[in-house]
């Protein structure tokens, strides 16, 4: 930052009450009405908060803040993952094993109606299907970041806070239960409410902050160049995105995901009172948005003969999931695939897979997830390393190899009920099932998993690629789902 930022940044914004002097400072910057609205954010001495922890927390606003270093966001792989993958002869696995049957429940009719969810009509818009809509007091709606700099945060927290927001608050608690919100899905709501009231993104940023702290997560908000930067605490690592330590715990300038950093930043320490909750990127359990549904056909041959399996999806939750930053594995190996999708795919599968012995089974749901889709790294399909949810991959017509892991290890846990990892190497991912056959095997706690990749094209369960033979795996991913 400016000399001003790293010398008399905080102490002339301690001056910032004093009309004379701000005239003096910005006179170059001042418009028509920017006196008046400068006026207007002079609240301190008239606020009355009606929840005792803004008065707290206003304190604290009003501290000395200080300078945080940036940390740059760490990539998921150690090493590029390769653009070409390792194709071998198809052999008949031999059958060993129960007979399967695999279970489908009935599937449901679903209505493609949108169904709104009318509760204010002051401000609506549409969130993944739904009509959203929400009662906004006009003390809100005239909030402003001015001055550009820890005065003009302060005002703008006094006139939300003097404000009547508890009944927008509790809406929005009703709305997050109703549609089954994860906390990313809290903060894309936050993010569409406060594009709906403010044009410029400084006054988005704080206003999110405000939403964030009523509900309950820990957030900050800094500086950097006189702009507002939006920071989530998060227990787990979000790659590829710029961070700062606060107390030892790392915020995350989500909204910089894959975009690299912001600089240094000038911040404080303490939270919102009560204010404490890490932004969770899991998804064990999907949102409840309006269906939207298509159809897809997917086609494979095995031995000559080709395969043709149907499902549907709801276009709603993919175009949600697109969204989302790069999360820690376990977000993704651990997260479901919607119920319609499901059923139609185990349906589809059913009728290739009954009365099969389990190896021949299993081998056959590897088969479909090795050559139904076209293997392409995400640099060059997405323009950045993208992780997919095993919905999304049945969405996309190319998919590399942990997103054809995270597809596979789904499918085998659902349908056959076995223990299986993912297998994580410094450029590759692949799987391992917990199963009594022979082949190419990891170690994990003393428990013998056979290697199954859906990425290496026409191999059995039990073969690894040849040059994974000989390595350790970095880690191990665990499914529980």
């Not at 269906?291 to 086609?299: C, G, Y």
């Not at 054809?404 to 290890?409: D, E, K, T």
Request: a positive charge.
């Amino acid at each position: 930052m400016k000399r001003q930022n790293r010398d008399g940044f905080l102490k002339l914004s301690k001056l910032f009450g004093h009309f004379s002097v701000v005239i003096i400072l910005g006179s170059s910057n001042l418009v028509a009405g920017s006196f008046e609205d400068f006026k207007r954010s002079q609240v301190d001495a008239f606020t009355k908060y009606t929840d005792e922890k803004d008065a707290k927390f206003k304190g604290f606003l009003e501290k000395q803040w200080k300078e945080f270093n940036v940390y740059k966001g760490k990539p998921l792989y150690k090493k590029p993952k390769p653009k070409k993958i390792a194709i071998t002869q198809p052999m008949k696995i031999k059958s060993v094993g129960p007979k399967v049957m695999i279970s489908v429940k009935k599937i449901k009719q679903h209505s493609k109606k949108v169904v709104p969810i009318k509760i204010h009509k002051d401000i609506e818009f549409d969130f993944y299907g739904s009509i959203i809509g929400f009662n906004i007091d006009n003390k809100i709606k005239s909030a402003k970041f001015y001055p550009t700099n820890q005065k003009g945060i302060g005002n703008f927290f006094d006139t939300v806070a003097s404000s009547d927001y508890k009944f927008l608050i509790k809406n929005m608690k009703k709305t997050i239960k109703k549609l089954n919100l994860n906390d990313w899905a809290v903060y894309l709501l936050v993010h569409k409410l406060s594009e709906q009231l403010f044009v410029k993104r400084d006054n988005r940023n704080l206003f999110s902050w405000f939403l964030f702290n009523k509900l309950g997560y820990a957030v900050k908000v800094g500086l950097t160049n006189r702009h507002i930067v939006l920071m989530h605490y998060s227990k787990k690592m979000i790659y590829s995105t710029p961070n700062y330590l606060f107390n030892k715990k790392r915020y995350y300038v989500v909204s910089n995901y894959a975009k690299g950093s912001v600089g240094n930043l000038y911040s404080y320490e303490q939270n919102y009172p009560d204010a404490n909750k890490p932004l969770n990127l899991e998804l064990k359990t999907l949102p409840k948005f309006t269906n939207a549904i298509r159809t897809k056909v997917l086609n494979f041959n095995q031995f000559g003969k080709n395969y043709k399996v149907e499902y549907n999806y709801n276009q709603n939750l993919l175009d949600f999931m697109a969204t989302y930053p790069q999360a820690d594995y376990e977000t993704y190996f651990n997260s479901p695939l919607e119920e319609q999708t499901y059923n139609a795919l185990a349906r589809s599968l059913k009728k290739y897979v009954d009365g099969k012995q389990a190896s021949s089974g299993i081998n056959f749901v590897l088969n479909f997830v090795q050559n139904a889709f076209k293997y392409e790294v995400d640099q060059k399909q997405f323009g950045r390393e993208k992780v997919m949810f095993a919905q999304e991959t049945l969405y996309f017509n190319k998919s590399d190899c942990e997103d054809r892991a995270i597809l596979f290890a789904y499918l085998v846990k659902k349908i056959f009920k076995i223990a299986v990892v993912g297998v994580k190497y410094s450029d590759h991912m692949a799987t391992a099932l917990y199963i009594p056959i022979k082949g190419d095997t990891v170690k994990i706690k003393s428990r013998r998993f056979v290697i199954a990749d859906p990425t290496y094209i026409n191999a059995n369960i039990g073969q690894s690629m040849p040059k994974y033979r000989s390595q350790r795996p970095d880690s191990f991913i665990v499914v529980t789902h």
